[in-house]
């Protein structure tokens, strides 16, 4: 009998708030290298996942805002053939989960196995990450909602637990009930006991069978927002489904459209799914949980503590970057663009960025969270995004601004271009610093050498392209009485954005 087909399902969505200043709302901590990894998060998540046997090519839900670097991060590890669903708006996991199933069903057919993962999450031995993988798809296909039960190492208040119950053989158990966030009393308690584990938000069930159990829980119910309980499964509060989620998903898969690499689903449709994640909406309501064992070296990266994991010296100090450290323990240092030195210190994070520096106490690592919030409040762009923006065809920096001019730098992807656009109120100045640049300009096309220039009017309709196999990078100076990114009408563009 042919083995069934595995789908991995990642989540990239989320701003990872806690990993400022490196991690934004623009550009969020699955899209980062983290350490001295030579992938970021996503791309290890995809290679984790293509070493699963019986694995397909993998579909990845994201965000509309994200889209061009999720497929800018996929090419770059060669990721063929890989599918990438666009959520209209964030309704959590249960939706996400629901899409994956139909979208695999249709695919691969009824009895296509689905591993729903999230982007942002390490793993150290990937071996031991595919052992449990293996086990958990034998028991799903047998027709069981797997969760993967992670292998605590510390007393952690941070994370929801499982507690396993009679095994099932093949070295997986029944999964008796979730345990929400305890205190460190019972966390202490959790991590002497084999029968507790760290929920990691991984699962893996049949199609079919998922789609099934979801739309009989909701016939009635629908997930409780408001967090789990210790409890059996299917205890708690529930409330009353005004539309079902799958039936919800179901429309909006269909409704789809292919956007350039994308699948753009359906707004109407999807809004209409109730906002909740599948522990609160299935998992802890089915009869048909089961839990498999994964000690893996898994971390969700979810704080700047992650970075205690990784090679230490042996006042247990972690460097990265250009970093001189004296008479100091148990500090974590991340340095991205200049030199950062402590003297006397301990018990710190450092995290030194290109338009911020971030220096917190380790035990409140946790609450970088309430910087975010205040950043945003007061309006100031640091919350958000990173000097460097990227586009599709690759990215800017503001790198000098004054009265009525702005100086960026500007790389451009081989092969790609920008759209033809034109601006009421600047005029630009290019000047070439290495590559070709192909310059459409009202009706002349030419091509720029290095330290070469050349004068974009006001008003005039332009285009820059980089028709090389290698970056394009040049220095644009903007002059004009108004310098704003909305001031760009755009005439034709590849990327279909207006």
């Not at 695919?107 to 031995?125: N, P, R």
Request: net charge negative; with cysteine; proline share 5%.
């Amino acid at each position: 009998m042919k083995n069934p087909t595995i789908v991995p399902v990642i989540l990239a969505g989320g701003s990872g708030t806690r990993l400022w200043p490196l991690s934004r709302e623009a550009w969020p901590k699955q899209f980062l290298k983290i350490g001295s990894n030579e992938h970021t998060l996503l791309q290890s998540t995809v290679l984790r996942a293509r070493a699963i046997e019986n694995a397909a090519p993998p579909v990845v839900i994201c965000g509309d805002v994200h889209r061009f670097i999720v497929a800018e991060q996929l090419r770059e590890i060669c990721a063929s053939g890989a599918t990438i669903i666009l959520e209209p708006h964030g309704r959590n996991t249960a939706p996400a989960a629901a899409v994956a199933a139909l979208f695999s069903q249709q695919k691969y057919g009824e009895d296509a196995l689905v591993f729903l993962m999230s982007a942002d999450h390490a793993v150290a031995d990937v071996p031991a990450f595919c052992e449990a993988s293996r086990i958990a798809a034998q028991v799903a296909a047998g027709g069981y909602l797997m969760v993967f039960g992670i292998k605590p190492t510390r007393a952690e208040t941070g994370y929801g637990y499982l507690k396993r119950g009679k095994p099932l053989g093949n070295g997986a158990f029944e999964l008796e009930r979730f345990v929400e966030k305890p205190d460190r009393e019972r966390a202490e308690a959790f991590v002497q006991s084999d029968d507790y584990a760290w929920n990691g938000g991984l699962f893996l069930f049949r199609a079919d069978l998922f789609l099934n159990e979801f739309s009989r829980i909701e016939g009635t119910t629908c997930g409780n927002k408001g967090g789990g309980s210790e409890g059996a499964a299917g205890s708690g509060p529930q409330r009353v489904a005004s539309v079902g989620t799958v039936a919800a998903c179901r429309q909006a898969l269909a409704r789809a459209v292919q956007d350039l690499d994308f699948v753009r689903l359906d707004v109407e449709s999807f809004v209409l799914a109730p906002e909740d994640s599948i522990d609160y909406a299935v998992m802890e309501k089915t009869g048909r949980a089961a839990l498999v064992p994964m000690d893996a070296g898994w971390d969700d990266v979810g704080s700047w503590t992650y970075l205690a994991k990784l090679p230490l010296d042996a006042a247990g100090n972690y460097q990265s970057g250009d970093v001189m450290l004296e008479d100091s323990s148990n500090v974590l240092v991340h340095a991205q663009h200049r030199l950062v030195a402590a003297l006397g210190v301990d018990d710190l994070v450092i995290v030194e960025t290109q338009d911020a520096v971030l220096v917190a106490h380790r035990g409140k690592v946790q609450q970088v969270r309430s910087i975010v919030a205040r950043l945003r409040a007061e309006g100031r762009d640091e919350g958000e995004r990173h000097p460097v923006v990227h586009r599709p065809w690759g990215s800017y920096e503001t790198i000098a601004t004054g009265p009525r001019f702005q100086v960026k730098r500007i790389v451009v992807n081989p092969e790609s271009k920008l759209s033809l656009q034109m601006h009421h109120h600047r005029a630009e100045h290019w000047i070439v610093v290495c590559g070709t640049a192909k310059v459409t300009c009202e009706q002349r096309e030419f091509l720029l050498s290095e330290n070469e220039s050349t004068y974009i009017p006001l008003g005039a309709a332009h285009r820059l392209e980089n028709p090389g196999k290698l970056p394009l990078e040049l220095i644009e100076v903007q002059s004009g009485s108004y310098l704003g990114e909305d001031d760009i009408v755009r005439i034709q563009d590849v990327y279909g954005r207006v």
